[in-house]
């Protein structure tokens, strides 16, 4: 069964820590995605990465910056995390044509104290 | 314009009957169309992929796509406790890029 993984089910980090949120994906997929989902905001953008060491910035990248050594991981970094940054932090990986959709991790609940 | 609007629910619809969701997209040129199904607190499950006008069934499910009124919807037959959930229709709108709605919550009464 194909998969993508995340690290962490429930993280809780106090404010100003640097938080490190991992993905890894199995299906040889070119592309990977971060999303933050919160109640009656939807899925927003975090970053993306359509190959090794390539990234480009989603609709919301303040706070956070990504890192894709391997093709199959891709990690979201909180440099310094912020009480606002508690939220439901989502994975996904597609081909490199998107053509069947993206793949979901099980999803980060990340409380910021 | 949002990219994907969905109808805002909540969708309340008893044990047995028909649930229709519909969402609607601004890129003429779209061509891939999905629906995932979120249960509270978990992911999005991809459930239906669409790319051609018409109806396509899977089980109790059945996604239409007109692509001239820029539309798609969900059908969900014989609702289920189960099928309690928020439904996101997303739409590919260039390169590998999916765009989401808001989603619809749908609750089945037993």
């Known amino acids: 069964d194909v998969k993508v993984t995340q690290s962490s089910r429930y993280l809780v980090k106090r404010t100003g820590e640097k938080v490190f949120l991992e993905c890894v994906q199995d299906?040889?997929?070119?592309?990977m995605f971060w999303y933050r989902q919160d109640p009656g905001l939807g899925l927003r953008l975090i970053y993306f990465s359509y190959d090794v060491k390539m990234k480009e910035k989603g609709d919301i990248p303040e706070g956070y910056s990504v890192s894709r050594e391997k093709k199959e991981r891709f990690s979201l970094i909180l440099e310094s995390a912020s009480t606002n940054q508690t939220s439901m932090y989502l994975c996904?990986?597609?081909?490199?044509?998107?053509?069947?959709?993206?793949?979901f991790g099980s999803g980060t609940r990340l409380t910021v104290v | 314009q949002k990219e994907v609007e969905q109808n805002s629910g909540p969708l309340s619809v008893p044990e047995g009957a028909i649930a229709s969701l519909n969402c609607t997209y601004s890129d003429r040129g779209s061509q891939s169309f999905f629906w995932y199904r979120q249960y509270s607190g978990k992911s999005p499950e991809l459930i239906m992929s669409?790319?051609?006008?018409g109806d396509k069934e899977d089980g109790r499910f059945t996604a239409q796509l007109n692509k001239a009124s820029q539309y798609v919807s969900l059908l969900i037959r014989d609702s289920q406790p189960s099928d309690s959930a928020t439904y996101l229709c997303a739409v590919k709108v260039y390169d590998y890029k999916l765009s989401f709605g808001a989603g619809t919550t749908v609750t089945v009464r037993a």
């Open positions: 996904a990986s597609s081909s490199s044509s998107g053509d069947y959709g993206y793949t």
């Open positions: 669409i790319y051609s006008n």
């Open positions: 299906m040889d997929h070119e592309n």
